[in-house]
Structures are given as C-alpha cells and as structure tokens.
C-alpha cells in the first residue's frame, strides 16, 4: 500500500493526499476504539507499554485520548 502511494503521489499528488487522509482518519478511528477496549478491560498502562514497547507515558496518552481526554 506505502509503494502504490509513493507511486500516485508522483503521478497524483492530490488523490493520494486525499487517500492519506482518509487512510489517517481510519488508523485514528481504529487506535481509539482499541484503546477503549483496552480501558474496559481494565487494561493498565504499564501492560499498554510492555506490549507496544512505548513508555507508560506514551501509553497513558493512548489510553488517555480514547476517554476523550
């Protein structure tokens, strides 16, 4: 998918800005729903880092952002 859009952005930079986009917002619907369910399961952020290999500030962030703040 990362070739077919370096290729479209040379030959159509407009349509593949338009597919990052949609591609971010998908990606960013997706991590927040991953992250609620992580919440509701009661997941701690310490195991958030362990798994992603962040730190647990960085994971607070993620778990943070998917309660809306």
């Not at 990362?2 to 159509?12: G, I, N, R, S």
């Not at 195991?47 to 952002?65: C, D, E, F, M, Y």
């Amino acid at each position: 998918m990362a070739e077919q859009l370096t290729t479209t952005a040379a030959d159509a930079p407009l349509a593949a800005l338009r597919a990052a986009g949609v591609l971010e917002r998908i990606a960013a619907r997706v991590g927040r729903e991953a992250a609620d369910a992580l919440c509701d399961d009661g997941m701690s952020a310490d195991a958030v880092a362990t798994g992603l290999g962040i730190t647990r500030s960085q994971a607070l962030v993620l778990l943070l952002t998917a309660q809306g703040g």
